[in-house]
């Protein structure tokens, strides 16, 4: 297979891209059907569990569903976490960026000021 990329790759770029997209393709496929005989797999332990009735079968079976929504809570938990964090990361960076938008409004306010004091002791220095 690869030897077969590199020869394409050397006689034309847009066949070698056509061949990984082929390769893509063709793995793609492969998932699916693994995906569809697990699925096929699960419906027949189901029907052996249905036939017999196996009581081990269904314990463990509600067990993996207890597992499912425990980490499922979890994950929950977790972006719920992690959302407050953000929600509070972004109102303390409200607050300082806030507060250094007075500071720099005030700032040349305030150094004003100190310039008109200067001025005044200076005078009634003469």
Known sequence: MRSLLKLLRALH????????????????????AAVAAAAEAAEAAEAAEAETGNTNVKKKKKKQQ????????????????????????????CCRDYHRTLQQQQMPQHQHAHKQQQQQQQQQQK
Not at 15 to 27: E, F, S, T
Not at 66 to 93: A, E, L
Request: net charge positive; glycine share 0%.
């Open 66 to 93: 207890q597992k499912q929504q425990q980490q499922q809570q979890q994950q929950q938990q977790q972006q719920q976490q992690q959302q407050q964090q953000q929600q509070q990361q972004q109102n303390s960076n």
């Open 13 to 32: 770029p847009a066949a070698a891209a056509a061949a990984a997209a082929a390769a893509v393709a063709a793995a793609a496929v492969a998932a699916a």
